[in-house]
């Protein structure tokens, strides 16, 4: 390649440039239309939103489908949504307070707002809930006697009476059916010594003594 050779190579590559750039301005201008054209309602961006955040941030605990693949952390899959919505903001106000609630959930809730969460409880409610698991086969009988009917003796009342005969959940009152043992213990525990702060599950919790919640957690966890 001679001297002379060298501007006249640089001049064909910046024409190519040219070109390139206007093809790619094009592109924009092509894109925004096409955005503007599909540009989705408030309640789609919301729906698009809550799916996103579930995915990408709660996703990497609670399970991309919403279930959990670690046992103190809580499947949402199936959960009912009034109940959802109820807990987002008991983190969001920090007054569902026990250890586990104020360090890994009172972080994630603070800037959600009320549609935010309406949305995310949706997602969730309408998820397949996990399937159940059975890991401490011996407790089972006990833990079905004491969801079903109850310990009178012991001033406990049937968990079935709310919570559903086969523990799916009524309006607002939450599913249990398929949770980690390890999470719902948890929960007795810290109804019965006030962390989680719920008068009627401080009451329900009163009278149950350890092995008695942790017949009820395998039952319940062993229920599709
Ligand atoms: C770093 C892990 C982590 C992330 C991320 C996370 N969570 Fe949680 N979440 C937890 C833990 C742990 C608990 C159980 C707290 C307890 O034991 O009281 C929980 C509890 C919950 C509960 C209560 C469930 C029940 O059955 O009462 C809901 C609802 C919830 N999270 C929703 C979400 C949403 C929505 C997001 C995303 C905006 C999210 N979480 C992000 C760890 C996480
Ligand atoms: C009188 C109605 C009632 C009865 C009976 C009852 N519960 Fe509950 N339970 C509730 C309510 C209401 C909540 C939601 C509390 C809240 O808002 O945080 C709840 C919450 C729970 C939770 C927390 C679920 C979660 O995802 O964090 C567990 C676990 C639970 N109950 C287990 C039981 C067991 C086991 C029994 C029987 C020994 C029982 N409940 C009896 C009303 C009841």
Redesign the pocket.
């Known amino acids: 390649m001679t001297l002379n050779q060298i501007p006249s190579r640089l001049h064909g590559r910046s024409q190519r440039l040219l070109r390139l750039s206007r093809l790619s301005l094009f592109g924009c201008v092509f894109n925004l239309a096409l955005g503007l054209a599909l540009a989705d309602t408030p309640e789609q961006r919301i729906t698009h939103h809550a799916t996103h955040l579930a995915v990408e941030a709660c996703g990497t605990c609670h399970g991309a489908q919403g279930v959990s693949q670690l046992p103190k952390i ?1 499947n949402l899959a199936g ?1 009912d949504a009034d ?1 959802l919505s ?2 987002l903001k ?1 983190f969001r106000n920090q007054t ?1 307070g026990d250890p586990d609630a104020i360090g890994y959930m009172w972080g994630m809730a603070a800037a959600l707002d009320d549609e935010t969460i309406a949305a995310l409880a949706s997602h969730y409610a309408t998820h397949t809930p996990s399937a159940g698991r059975v890991s401490h086969s011996s407790a089972l009988p006990m833990g079905r006697r ?2 079903q009917e ?1 310990l009178p003796d012991q001033g ?8 559903g005969l086969d523990a799916h959940g009524l309006a ?5 059916a398929g ?1 980690h043992a390890q ?2 213990l948890k ?2 525990r810290s ?1 019965q010594n006030n962390m ?1 702060d ?1 008068a ?2 401080h ?3 009163q009278g ?1 003594k350890r092995a008695e ?1 942790e017949s ?2 395998a039952y ?1 966890e062993s229920l599709p």
Do not use: E, K, N, W
């Open positions: 809580p959960q109940y109820a807990q008991a569902r004491l969801y109850g406990v009342p049937a968990c079935s009476a709310c919570h607002g009152f939450p599913r249990l949770q999470y719902l929960q007795l109804f989680r719920v009627v599950m009451g329900v919790t149950l919640m009820v957690a319940l």
